[in-house]
């Protein structure tokens, strides 16, 4: 029986990305067996275009009959006005909520032809190969109360909620462990625990599910400590886990390191397995529809999303030859050429790593 997989390319350059990992996932159907459907939804900005919500009913209820789901990017300046609860950005968070997408799985790995497009010195960032795995359905991105009142005095006060139940620190650390087991047996636990209560109950839970991984050597750091130490001594990192909004920041602080967020994949899994797969890099309104996006972030997704969802581990590692083989080729989008090297379009790039598969 073939597999479902639903494509939401969303806004921005999501369009333009997602065209190009589709090809790739063609060029398998066609030419190594892949047997997968693909359909397609509404989120984000589209979906409010569409339906009048950022998760649009019939967007959600197709979300949760495919096995897995490969996202382009939501947002646009054009809905920034739009109420809170209809922007773009609410999409994602309530899709991730709705299917409960608890463990972010965000690699930043440095292919060795990208080394001089960090703006990191080589020498600190070459073998750079780390894992974030962030927590994604709960924190201070869903924590009530929330919002913002008048005071008894008449000032007006905003506020948010950190919050985590045991049982949500206790899967992700469990998920970080799993992972660290995989690879290389070390796992960073990053918290803000010299501060902050619940960095503390985090950090005690870690702490307390590490007695069921004894051959993974834990540590934990202070985020702030985190960020210092991921463009200070990067290669220090194995697997790092951490909260909702931590791992959203020191994310995008990985991803430099590799040369550009362009080129930084993500899977969000739930606890049956079932996974949405997104570039880590937002929907660049001021490029989108230029053609100067760089599809590689997108079309390693659609490997993460072979390899985790599928088992499809041969198909997943032939994208990743392929993309490997394409900057090895020399091609580059603009976010990765160094000055006066030529630049791919988005469109010469997919159809690169297609000819490579
Ligand atoms: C990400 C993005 C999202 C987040 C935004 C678009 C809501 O930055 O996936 O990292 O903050 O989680
Ligand atoms: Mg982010």
Redesign the pocket.
């Known amino acids: 029986m073939s597999r479902k997989i639903l494509v939401l390319p969303g806004d921005g350059v999501g369009p333009e990305i997602i065209a190009e990992a589709v090809k790739v996932i063609d060029a398998l159907k066609i030419g190594h067996g892949l047997d997968v459907e693909l359909d397609e939804a509404a989120i984000g900005g589209a979906g409010y275009d569409a339906a009048g919500q950022p998760l649009p009913e019939a967007t959600l209820a197709k979300a949760r009959e495919a096995d897995a789901i490969l996202l382009g990017a939501?947002?646009g300046p054009q809905y920034d006005t739009l109420p809170r609860e209809l922007r773009p950005?609410r999409g994602?968070?309530a899709i991730r909520k709705e299917l409960g997408l608890f463990a972010n799985l965000r690699p930043a790995l440095l292919y060795p032809e990208l080394a001089e497009a960090s703006t990191l010195k080589r020498e600190v960032v070459e073998g750079l190969d780390i894992m974030i795995v962030r927590e994604l359905t709960g924190g201070i991105y869903f924590g009530e109360p929330r919002g913002v009142h008048t005071c008894e005095d008449g000032e007006r006060e905003g506020f948010n909620t950190l919050v985590y139940r045991e049982s949500e620190v206790e899967r992700i650390a469990r998920a970080a462990f799993e992972t660290a087991m995989k690879r290389g047996k070390r796992l960073c636990s990053v918290d803000k625990a010299n501060v902050l209560e619940v960095s503390e109950f985090w950090r005690e839970i870690v702490v307390r599910v590490s007695g069921d991984y004894p051959e993974v050597e834990l540590s934990h750091m202070y985020v702030d400590n985190a960020a210092m130490q991921l463009v200070r001594a990067p290669k220090q990192f194995d697997v790092m886990v951490t909260t909702n909004m931590f791992g959203?920041i020191l994310?995008d602080a990985a991803s430099m390191l590799t040369g550009s967020i362009g080129m930084l994949p993500s899977a969000s899994l739930n606890a049956s397995g079932q996974g949405m797969y997104e570039p880590?890099h937002?929907s660049a309104p001021d490029i989108a529809g230029r053609g100067m996006a760089n599809p590689l972030a997108t079309i390693l997704s659609a490997s993460m999303l072979l390899r985790h969802s599928l088992g499809e581990a041969v198909l997943a590692d032939r994208i990743d030859a392929a993309v490997g083989s394409v900057l090895g080729q020399g091609l580059r989008t603009a976010d990765i050429a160094r000055e006066g090297e030529a630049v791919a379009s988005t469109a010469e790039m997919g159809a690169a790593v297609v000819a490579a598969l």
């Open positions: 939501v947002g950005e994602l968070l959203d994310s880590i937002g």
